[in-house]
T-cell receptor
């Protein structure tokens, strides 16, 4: 069966520090991968998605970047965090072979607090 | 861009039915989903419905789709305290570039 791992679960970082959040998927090949941010009391905002190694699409201009160095690894980064980067970050994957009805499958999320 | 809207809160008594409503704007929606998020966790897929269906039932869950009004609802029968969570409606359609668009989530409170 497929599983998705996301770490760390919580992170407190000072303003101006770098960020690296990692997500890996097991049990499937060539998935579509996604990073979402959930701000308190608000819905999910799609930040980045990737359809293959090295292929990253950005949905919103921001202080963050994403990379996909391996097929099942997706990394969210920042060189210098801002207070506004605080939030709950969710990684998700979707099968590319499961047809149009393939849903998103989410990791357990990372709670980031920038102080 | 396309949008999905939900009411933010719903409170019910244990044993009653809960109905969570959602409206969407994408006229070319293909699939609509309901996800559940428990505190501090990721989103868990509850159920989904294809846009050419009116209803789908899965144990205590009933999904109703009114495509004409672009209205989706999730009914939870015999609501339990373990059902307390945030429920997200999501839409995936051609107009939205086949991206999954989420509503802001409805927080369901179940009173014992």
């Amino acid at each position: 069966s497929q599983t998705i791992h996301q770490w760390p679960a919580t992170l407190v970082q000072p303003v101006g520090s770098p960020l690296s959040l990692e997500c890996t998927v097991e049990g499937t090949s060539n998935p579509n991968l996604y990073w979402y941010r959930q701000a308190a009391g608000r819905g999910l905002q799609l930040l980045f998605y990737s359809v293959g190694i090295g292929q990253i699409s950005s949905e919103v201009p921001q202080n963050l970047s994403a990379s996909r160095p391996q097929d099942r690894q997706f990394i969210l980064s920042s060189k210098k965090l801002l207070l506004s980067d605080s939030g709950f970050y969710l990684c998700a994957w979707r099968s590319r072979t499961g047809g149009d009805n393939s849903p998103l499958h989410f990791g357990n999320g990372t709670r980031l607090t920038v102080t | 861009g396309e949008d999905v809207e939900q009411s933010l809160f719903l409170s019910v008594r244990e044993g009653d039915s809960s109905v969570i409503n959602c409206t969407y704007t994408d006229s070319s929606s293909t699939y609509l989903y309901w996800y559940k998020q428990e505190p501090g966790a990721g989103l868990q897929l509850l159920t989904y419905i294809f846009s050419n269906m009116d209803m789908k039932q899965d144990q205590r869950l009933t999904v109703l789709l009114n495509k004409k009004d672009k209205h989706l609802s999730l009914r939870i029968a015999d609501t339990q305290t373990g059902d307390s969570a945030i429920y997200f409606c999501a839409d995936r359609g051609r107009t939205g570039g086949f991206k999954t668009i989420f509503g802001a989530g409805t927080r369901l409170f179940v009173k014992a």
